[in-house]
């Protein structure tokens, strides 16, 4: 789980009271999707966040774990150029809350208010290194390892060219959810051709005892 120290958690309340566009919601019972371009403040509790594909007729199929986040972290909306595709046909992220879990939703106008004060601004950038930083683990696998190194670093926000930090954010979201497809559809295959491999084999054994009754019969046949 990506965890905090009291400290951050205290200035990540504090952020949250500052600048929260709504007063802290708890999570619905089934999650939400974690869609803007935004960021949310978990005030309390802890989420589980997994990769869903949508699946074209409204709804989502198979939930792929990424990571957990505890209180005091801040989760990353993918941003404008995710919002402009379809949802079918997008890797989406879904948000599952843990332990009464609460969060508060700032805006991107919220967030340059925010970085005018040079110790959010360091918590903030802190915050979004550690963001890339879980979803290059979550891609880390052995099948993911190339993706994950190809991800870009963390920038510092800068107030004075927030935009240009925000891009780089997207920019980061759109290939980490990229080489996340990628990773998927490769265990996709994988697990194919296991489960072809596998039915071959029990084909092949059904065979061998049809062939095995048959060879009986045939030697009671002419005893």
């Known amino acids: 789980m990506v965890s905090r120290s009291e400290t951050e958690k205290e200035i990540a309340a504090a952020a949250a009271e500052r600048f929260g566009e709504e007063a802290a919601a708890s999570m619905p019972p089934g999650g939400l999707l974690l869609r803007g371009n935004g960021l949310w403040i978990v005030r309390v509790g802890a989420v589980r966040l997994f990769s869903v594909m949508a699946d074209g007729?409204?709804?989502?199929?198979?939930?792929?774990?990424?990571?957990?986040?505890?209180?005091?972290?801040?989760?990353?909306?993918?941003?404008?150029?995710?919002?402009?595709?379809?949802?079918?046909a997008q890797d989406n992220v879904w948000v599952v809350g843990l332990d009464n879990a609460e969060l508060v939703p700032v805006?991107?106008?919220?967030v340059e208010a925010l970085t005018a004060d040079p110790a959010l601004r360091r918590w903030l950038t802190g915050q979004v290194e550690r963001w890339m930083e879980a979803w290059r683990q979550s891609l880390g696998g052995e099948d993911g390892a190339d993706s994950a190194k190809a991800l870009p670093l963390a920038a510092e926000l800068n107030p004075v060219d927030a935009s240009g930090w925000w891009s780089g954010l997207d920019a980061f979201h759109a290939q980490a959810l990229t080489a996340l497809r990628r990773l998927r559809e490769q265990e996709a295959l994988a697990e194919q051709a296991r489960l072809e491999a596998g039915a071959g084999q029990a084909a092949k054994i059904v065979n061998n005892m049809l062939l095995g009754a048959t060879m009986v019969a045939?030697?009671?046949a002419f005893a």
Not at 63 to 88: H, I, K, N, Y
Not at 107 to 110: C, G, K, N, P
């Open 57 to 88: 007729d409204g709804g989502y199929g198979k939930r792929s774990f990424l990571f957990d986040a505890g209180a005091g972290c801040v989760l990353f909306g993918p941003g404008e150029t995710q919002e402009r595709q379809p949802v079918a």
């Open 107 to 110: 805006s991107r106008s919220s």
């Open 218 to 220: 045939t030697c009671e």
